[in-house]
């Protein structure tokens, strides 16, 4: 079975097919930062109209240039949660298409996507696990217990730990996107130059809490006449806070559940010192496994849509020609379709 996945949650316009037996066929994908950088970050008029371009330029790519027209058994798209118009366009055409081959479609929730997405590679990955999702707009610990059965154990108050990385980013004069130029950055710091404080770590819940280090930021950067490598140091004093933030709260959700395999996903998974300290954290006190995507896979991507949809698709098929989108839908309600 060959799935088409269309992914357009936000500002990259992704396209995949993906394989039951030979897995990932086609994986493009077009972002928008160039635009981001010149408006100082994502505006969602604009990124809507950008992915009705690039969707047709894709989509015209795999099944004229490629040939895949006849060729596709399933369509699965992004409806949630994201950017309303941004949905909307993905839907769009997912269920357009669907209905001029007459094919079955399967909307999918894009944070279980994104849990999911280390299994391209890595079909040894067993339920339960704690999954990790940190990006740009959510920073979440989930009980996986199985497909389509997740439980929320904790989740920012504020401002996601990518969202704090951009905007950190951002003081330090960093050009878009942010997050992965400070972790570079990050790289010619050196540690305790400065303190950051670890906002939550004490508290009962497994929630976060970045917009105080965001802050913090601002008024070290606000007060005192930086050269680089005070930025370096200062990058490195942030990432160390976060990271340490995400993997105290991840520690006890794994003592809590009792069980010994983490999931870490999301555009911040690409972190390599998160993926360092997480492998050294889970050897030492679970002697357990933690997985991961290849960077390629962290970001919003097609490949992932496809993916989940060739899951679901064995559960049941939906034969459906409702535009549906759900800007807010939780990961936790995913069963409800």
């Known amino acids: 079975m060959k799935v088409l996945g269309i992914e357009t949650s936000c500002d990259d316009t ?18 928008q930062n160039k635009l981001n950088f010149n408006f100082g970050g994502i505006v969602p008029e604009i990124a809507s109209r950008e992915h009705m371009k690039k969707m047709v330029d894709l989509i015209e ?18 409806a949630g949660p994201g950017l309303v118009s941004s949905l909307l366009v993905g839907a769009t055409f997912a269920c357009s298409l669907a209905l001029s081959l007459n094919l079955p ?19 040894s990955i067993k339920f339960p696990f704690i999954g990790l999702l940190v990006s740009g707009k959510h920073t979440q610990l989930i009980g996986a217990h199985k ?17 704090a990385f951009d905007k950190t980013a951002k003081l330090l004069g960093l050009k878009y996107p942010g997050g992965p130029n400070l972790s570079r950055l990050a790289c010619r710091g050196l540690r305790n130059k400065f303190h950051f404080p670890r906002p939550m770590i004490n508290h009962a819940s497994l929630n976060f809490s970045f917009s105080g280090l965001k802050t913090h930021a601002a008024k070290i950067i606000n007060n005192n006449f930086l050269n680089i490598q005070d930025k370096a140091n ?20 794994l ?19 998160l993926r360092k300290n997480a492998e050294i954290m889970m050897k030492n006190f679970f002697n357990g496994e933690v997985f991961y995507a290849h960077p390629k896979f962290c970001t919003d991507n097609g490949a992932m849509i496809a993916y989940l949809g060739l899951l679901r698709n ?17 990961i936790t309600k995913v069963s409800q379709i």
């Open 255 to 273: 003592q809590k559940k009792k069980w010994k395999r983490l999931v870490i996903a999301g555009g911040v998974s690409a972190n390599m010192v």
């Open 314 to 330: 064995k559960e049941s098929k939906i034969c459906q020609s409702e535009i549906l989108v759900k800007p807010n839908w939780s």
């Open 61 to 78: 790519k795999i099944f004229i240039k490629k040939k895949f027209m006849n060729k596709i058994d399933l369509i699965s798209y992004t």
């Open 14 to 31: 992704g396209v995949s097919i993906y394989d039951s037996k030979e897995g990932l066929l086609i994986n493009e994908l077009k972002n």
């Open 147 to 163: 497909l389509g059965k997740y439980e929320l154990l904790g989740n920012s108050l504020d401002d996601a730990a990518g969202e």
């Open 234 to 253: 200062i990058a490195r004093a942030f990432e160390d806070a976060v990271i340490d933030i995400l993997l105290i709260k991840t520690k006890k959700a």
């Open 105 to 123: 479609i399967i909307p999918v929730n894009h944070m279980e996507a994104h849990l999911l997405s280390p299994m391209l590679e890595n079909k």
